[in-house]
Nanobody, 120 residues
């Protein structure tokens, strides 16, 4: 049974940095994509950054020059380095992993979320 556990959230001032970590546990778990979503109060959940098993990355425009996603595939771990944080980055950040097989197709797994609060 797969579980995603996030860590690294907290309270920081604008301009500071945080590094989020997500560890996926489970037997024979091989996600094709791992990434981070965020949801602020009253707003829709949005994709912040994603990374494929081949290392291809994608970012939402608002964080493209400030955030970096990386992964350690052997440990099923994904990181989000967040630099130059702004108050609009305040949200609950959720780790996501997607698997795909010919028999089952696509399946998403979600963490419980970690709060990031940026004060200015």
């Amino acid at each position: 049974q797969v579980q995603l556990v996030e860590s690294g959230g907290g309270l920081v001032q604008a301009g500071e940095s945080l590094r989020l970590s997500c560890v996926a546990s489970g037997s024979s778990f091989s996600p094709v994509v791992m990434g981070w979503y965020r949801q602020a109060p009253g707003k829709q959940r949005e994709l912040v950054a994603g990374i494929t098993s081949g290392g291809r990355t994608q970012y939402v425009d608002s964080v493209k020059d400030r955030f970096t996603i990386s992964r350690e595939s052997a440990k099923n771990t994904v990181y989000l380095q967040m630099n130059s944080l702004k108050d609009e980055d305040t949200a609950v950040y959720y780790c996501n992993a997607k698997t795909w097989t010919p028999l089952t197709g696509s399946r998403d797994y979600w963490g419980q979320g970690t709060q990031v609060t940026v004060s200015s």
